[in-house]
């Protein structure tokens, strides 16, 4: 493991992904290491190395401190290519550090975690007069979480996470993805019904993104599980049933579900 505390150049970069302007990543590399992580195609990382080490933005607040002063007011996505809330962040609080800064300029600010860490922040999150807080979640299953996320919080982690920031009243919302290809049709009612009993207002979708290495990756990782590994060989056309139903359950129980791309 190679941890790292580097400078930076820049804090800020603009965002194509649609409703964000900015990214914000306090971090490069992540130790949640999801078997499924696309980030080191996008930054040409190789995957052997992804999970095995992190650069700590040890400057970032002060030079975020800068750049606000000048910048056009938009939409801060924390983060894009790490977990903000990656445990390292326990001690480092870099991410905190950052919110400090932002609070100050009161930009508007989403955030997406897999982490329960994230409850530590809450204090100055909600401060913020725009702030959502998107947790990820591909599944209810906490076995199958551990093998494609075990570094992860636990889903009822998360869930119980995603409850207290709701009844905060900080915007709250799920990533819902990539969906597990496990999760019959059946299933999906139930799942969102758990999504909103814990908070949920909007629901963002996404399947599994199997850029080169991806795959090969992912069935080394669930090589133990029968059922699994017959549901992933067929994870493309598994989603189009389960995008289908989560529109339909949309409509009936007024949620708003979003494709994520
Ligand atoms: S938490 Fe996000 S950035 Fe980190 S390894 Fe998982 S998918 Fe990649």
Redesign the pocket.
Known sequence: MQIKEVNCITALSKSNLPGLDYSLNPYRG?L???AY?Y?PNVLRIKRDAW?RFVDIKKNIPKVLSNELRNKKRGVIAIST???PY?PLEKKYKITRYCLEQLLIYDFPICLQT?SKLIERDLDIISKFSNAEIMFSIGTLNDNERKLL?PY?STIKERLDTLKISSEIGIKTSIFFGPIYPTISSENLPKIIDTFKENGAKEIMIDKFNLKPGIKENIEKKIVSNKLFQEKFANSNSMYILQKEKLYEIGKKTNIKIVDAF
Do not use: Y
Request: aromatic residues 0%.
């Open positions: 992540c949640h290491n999801c992580c980030v999970g290519v790490t977990d990656q897999k996320e992860a």
